[in-house]
């Protein structure tokens, strides 16, 4: 069986997640080879697609939120991730049982002991059926049945329970607004439905892989997964990396040379791909600092990758960017990272 080294998993996660090269993609394929983007910041994705996508318009992905071909919605880790519609309907039945386990485990359900959990699924989704609501809003007025109760405990059992959707102009390009729920099948017009998860799966090993199952499960947060993946087996090819851990992979997925050249990427905070892997080392380097990274204002903060591996991070102050790597960069890396911050730059200026 090959061995593949940090390095060969480097090139093929970066060619697989189209940050080897930038490709001439739309907004709706990048969406759904990538299994959607993080979306936690507002604006992440627009910087997570500029960075992969050659001539990337800000206007087309707004417009996929606005016309409702793409959707804000909790899904993979239990975070909000931007991603087509359909696949807001098919991978929230998928992860479901995870957002249901996290609730039973938090401190919110422990403040609703007593609370008939269905009736108040039914409450908020009536208030979020005749209009969207903050997550405010909705405290409120489920307050006013269980008056005695924790009322953001309420509103986030909804939360944390119901497929939702987090309405524009919350994420578009050029505006703002708050965090609006509403339910994904009001918004949609129809009800999540399921998706297989082999058919899961083999999205994960093109866009993430050759990986572990155990990686699926921290990409995806779902557990149990092996049978899944062994019942694949027949279908994949296998590999192993230094540690003789077995990697899965699909046949036709690309394997670069581990020298291919690799440009400065700069990522918007909580980019998939540093998140992806029990492993991270095939993208973080084990001196690196932990992560997450300190989080900022929307899509005005994130992480940049030298050589393709996690190098440092960057901010905006006004219209300025700034570019802190964690250990000095011999001259032709930095020429080539300022090069790409002063094109970020201008990017997120023309907001």
């Not at 109760?149 to 708050?178: C, I, K, M, N």
Request: neutral net charge; hydrophobic residues 45%.
């Amino acid at each position: 069986m090959t061995t593949l080294s940090a390095r060969a998993l480097n090139r093929a996660l970066l060619a697989r997640q189209w940050l080897l090269r930038r490709v001439d993609r739309s907004t709706a394929d990048a969406l759904d080879h990538l299994v959607g983007v993080q979306a936690q910041a507002p604006l992440a994705p627009y910087v997570a697609l500029w960075s992969r996508l050659e001539g990337f318009d800000p206007n087309e992905l707004a417009a996929a939120l606005d016309q409702r071909r793409a959707v804000r919605t909790t899904l993979m880790r239990v975070t909000i991730h931007l991603v087509n519609a359909d696949d807001a309907l098919a991978l929230r039945t998928f992860v479901q049982p995870i957002c249901a386990q996290v609730f039973a485990s938090s401190g919110f359900a422990r403040e609703l002991d007593g609370v008939d959990l269905d009736e108040l699924r039914a409450r908020a989704r009536a208030l979020v059926a005749k209009r969207p609501h903050t997550r405010k809003e909705l405290s409120d007025r489920l307050a006013e049945r269980w008056p005695d109760v924790d009322a953001p405990s309420l509103a986030y059992a909804f939360t944390f329970l119901e497929p939702l959707v987090h309405v524009p102009p919350r994420g578009l390009w050029g505006a703002t607004g708050p965090a609006a729920l509403t339910t994904v099948d009001r918004w949609l017009g129809r009800p999540p439905a399921p998706a297989a998860p082999e058919d899961i799966v083999l999205r994960y090993l093109r866009a993430f892989g050759p990986a572990t199952a155990a990686d699926v499960a921290k990409w995806s947060r779902v557990a149990r997964l092996r049978p899944v993946v062994e019942g694949l087996r027949p279908r994949l090819r296998t590999f192993r990396d230094e540690n003789g851990r077995e990697l899965f992979d699909v046949p036709d997925a690309p394997l670069p040379d581990p020298d291919t050249p690799a440009p400065p990427r700069f990522l918007p905070e909580f980019d998939n791909v540093l998140l992806s892997h029990a492993d991270r080392t095939r993208v973080i380097p084990p001196d690196s600092p932990r992560l997450p990274l300190p989080a900022g204002n929307g899509a005005r903060t994130g992480t940049f990758l030298v050589d393709g591996f996690l190098r440092g991070t960057w901010r905006t102050e006004g219209d300025e960017l700034h570019v802190e790597p964690f250990a000095p960069l011999s001259k032709r890396d930095a020429r080539a990272v300022d090069d790409e911050a002063e094109r970020l730059r201008a990017f997120v200026a023309s907001r």
